[in-house]
């Protein structure tokens, strides 16, 4: 049973007019050196070089997690996905939770889902679906998809024709055509690429020929070419000024040249988890640079600061509003960004295959085949001892230093790092730094068993 919480919206009041639509665009596994205007010597992305020009950058943006799931829910709640009980790919999203989508239909906004959900179910009677978690209106696959997808519409699912990306912006687009002018929109367009297979391309098939890694970047700058179509919807319908469009990726990229730090894609080292990150709202903020570290745990926080909703009850929140970073007032960071991979390990979820079967079934009028993907282990709440959190790779992020806590069956290995002398965190400062050593295995630590606590239903007793 979804435990409904209290809001309290200040502006209820208002007219659309009032209030900005938002618009939150992921790419899944674009890495932070994956663009033009982030220093790729030859990644070609013109339509997010000009929104760049035109936005606030964030120079070090953190996703949540080194892998897709976790950071999609961090997103949806402002919490450490481990909170939530998606501690790696393929997990579902507890609709205990409260999401910002829910906390914005309080305030009167439409909410559409368009592209990869992975954090729940596709099925309409799933309180883990995107209509479950608060969306009016969705088009979603359970995980990646290319050409030819199978997807899920409002839960009825049907085979599309064309590429995946391509069909993602083209329903976003109908929506926002449709409904834009009627009440404030939050539509949330997560595109099924640049993913593996890599089997989309641009509008030029030649555009990397030659080059290493040309699919994965062919299927960047597809990406590149609907945040152009996007941007230019925008100004057609006259809303590009009051919109939000906020531009990030799930966790960091495949190559790790162009990683922004240490390893790739699956590691809580730097390349892992640093990602592009974007924001153009010409009303409301300057473009300018943002140098202090933020993270997608901040979205959740930071929308509801904008939209002035509070939420009765809320439970602990990891992330904070950048509101005051967006607007000119702060520079510096005062709470630490906590990480936490393969606590446990992920779960398969072939979104084609999964959603084909599902089509058949529905349309021939049979049992559903796969009934245990309705809830999966949503309501499974782990008992958790003393030493529970010595599994995986932790970090704590407290600017500049950095402290990872890697645990085996054997020992623990602690590793401090300066980001603003060392990005590549090769120098350990464990006994060089030895008092900022020790505070800092305490509060990773803290920070863990918080986790924890939350992950085994702390957070939602006597509600």
């Known amino acids: 049973m979804k435990y409904l919480l209290l809001f309290i919206c200040l502006f209820v009041s208002l007219h659309a007019d009032d209030r900005p639509h938002i618009i939150l665009v992921m790419a899944d596994d674009q890495g932070y050196g994956d663009c033009g205007f982030t220093g790729h010597p030859y990644v070609k992305t013109p339509n997010l070089d000009a929104m760049s020009q035109n936005s606030v950058i964030f120079d070090r943006f953190y996703a949540g997690a080194p892998v897709c799931s976790p950071t999609r829910a961090s997103v949806m709640t402002g919490r450490n996905p481990i909170r939530l009980n998606v501690p790696n790919h393929g997990h579902y999203l507890r609709p205990h939770e409260t999401t910002i989508a829910e906390a914005l239909k309080t305030n009167g906004y439409l909410t559409a889902h368009f592209g990869k959900w992975h954090i729940g179910s596709v099925q309409k009677e799933s309180p883990t679906s995107p209509g479950g978690q608060g969306f009016d209106h969705w088009l979603s696959g359970l995980n990646f998809f290319d050409r030819e997808p199978y997807l899920s519409l409002n839960g009825k699912f049907q085979q599309f024709r064309g590429q995946g990306t391509i069909i993602t912006m083209d329903h976003a687009l109908t929506h926002l055509k449709s409904h834009s002018s009627k009440q404030p929109t939050f539509t949330v367009i997560w595109f099924p690429s640049p993913h593996l297979p890599h089997r989309e391309t641009s509008s030029n098939p030649n555009l990397y020929k030659g080059k290493s890694h040309a699919p994965y970047y062919q299927e960047i700058s597809l990406i590149d070419e609907q945040v152009g179509r996007l941007r230019k919807t925008l100004r057609d319908l006259k809303i590009a000024n009051n919109t939000l469009l906020w531009y990030t990726s799930d966790n960091g990229g495949l190559v790790k040249e162009y990683s922004g730090g240490r390893e790739k894609k699956g590691s809580i080292y730097e390349g892992g988890l640093r990602v592009p990150s974007i924001i153009e709202y010409p009303s409301k903020f300057t473009p300018s640079r943002i140098a202090a570290p933020a993270s997608s745990t901040d979205i959740y926080p930071t929308l509801l600061a904008l939209t002035k909703i509070e939420i009765e009850n809320q439970p602990p929140v990891d992330g904070i509003s950048l509101l005051p970073f967006l607007t000119g007032e702060e520079s510096k960071r005062s709470k630490p960004i906590g990480f936490w991979h393969n606590f446990t390990g992920g779960q398969s979820t072939r979104s084609d295959r999964i959603i084909k079967e599902l089509m058949e079934a529905q349309q021939n009028g049979q049992p559903n085949p796969f009934p245990e993907r309705v809830l999966k282990n949503v309501n499974d709440f782990p008992k958790y001892t003393a030493n529970s959190h010595q599994s995986g790779h932790a970090a704590l992020l407290d ?32 006994e060089q730094e030895s008092k900022r050593f020790s505070r800092m295995q305490k509060q990773l630590t803290a920070w863990q068993k918080s986790v924890l606590k939350s992950h085994s239903g702390h957070d939602f007793q006597n509600r």
């Open 399 to 430: 600017w500049p230093l950095k402290i990872h806590a890697i645990y085996s069956k054997k020992k623990t290995t602690w590793e401090l790092y300066d980001l603003s002398r060392d990005p590549m965190e090769t120098k350990l400062l464990n």
